[in-house]
């Protein structure tokens, strides 16, 4: 069987985090702070605050920006941590469509949503495909909203060959195991902002400028130095292991481009994919079977697949109770029609050419 993904430590990363341990210092540390300006000068960011998780960051970075009783732009189609933690800072989610080819948010849809209460707009460079950067910013100007960049899953992400890392007003990153570069759990939020660097160092320690000194409320959203040392070992692997997810994406894309019942993933324009993970969508009008059983079938012949995602979180029980129901077209075809091949780094060209022939059989195993 192929896997969706390998996920695994190098000798080197073990090594440095059992050094961690031994030393009892486990804390946040000299190791974390290491970390974040390792971190931000990969991405070409002014500051990095690194955390305990991608969702963490998230919540810290609406803390920052948001107040109670704000409306929030957000696609529906995303991992929920981007929608409920703008509730658990006090904000509403307002869901938008996204656009069919690069499954990022729609900046037209977003735009018919603005309301006196919305304050701010969270773009998602899905599966590390780059969003609308232009669209949205000139969006974001034209109404006065901050821009929270959800990049959880586009570590060595580009948009007009700028990481998105650098972008305003601030991007939280996850390190959970199934992300380019992981450290078990952790998160960073990239600002270049010195004032909002100062107060995220601040709300993810309990607000504390000095031992037993609080300043203003905040959350236990530390880093240890065990995951900072291992993301110490593994940034300088990061753009190796984002070019070969990148030549195994474009691979697949090669391979399956012509196959009539797939449509392969595109790129959004001006930016590069990370290939966090390579989601073709089915064309089910022209097969006899859909996406579960699809699914199935690919791995009877050894091929791991995913559904990334399911349902929109317009969908999602909670959101129906708190908000009712809400019809966002695009994103209920693509729950319906999107699948997840593998297209890790240890793929070797003859897994790749397996997975492409497993999808072509699939494909005319179920064509109509």
Known sequence: MIPLAKIQLAEDELTAAIQVLKSGALRQGPLTAAFEAAFAKEVGAEFAVAVSSGTAALHLLYYE??????????????????????????????????????????????????????????????????????????????????????????????????????????????????????????????????????????????????????????????????????????????????????????FLSAGLRWVPQIQVPEVQPGGTHSYNQYCPTLKLEDLTCTRDEFNKYLGELGIATGVHYPRGLHQQPVYQELYGPATLPVTEKLAASILALPVHPSLSTEDLEAIVQAVKQACERFAK
Not at 199 to 219: A, D, M, N, P, V
């Open 65 to 250: 920006f948001l107040q109670p009783g704000d409306e929030v732009l957000v696609p529906s189609f995303t991992f929920i941590a981007t929608a409920s933690m703008v509730n658990l800072a006090g904000a509403r989610p307002v869901f938008c469509d996204v656009s069919p080819r690069t499954f990022t948010l729609d900046a037209n849809d977003a735009r018919r949503r603005i309301t006196p209460k919305t304050r701010a707009i969270v773009p998602v460079h899905l599966f590390g495909n780059a969003a609308d950067v232009e669209g949205i910013t000139a969006l974001a100007r034209e109404f006065d909203l901050k821009i929270l960049w959800d990049a959880a899953q586009a570590h060595g992400t580009t948009f007009g060959g700028k990481d998105v890392g650098a972008l305003d007003h601030g991007v939280a990153y996850s390190l959970y195991p199934s992300k380019n570069m992981f450290v078990g759990e952790g998160g960073v939020i990239t600002t270049n902002d010195a004032g909002v660097y100062d107060r995220l160092k601040l709300t993810r320690s309990h607000g504390q400028s000095g031992k037993y000194l609080h300043t203003c409320l905040g959350f236990n959203y530390r880093m240890t130095d065990v995951e900072a040392a291992i993301g110490l070992k593994q940034l300088p692997k990061l753009p190796g292991w984002v070019a070969q997810r990148r030549a195994n994406g474009e």
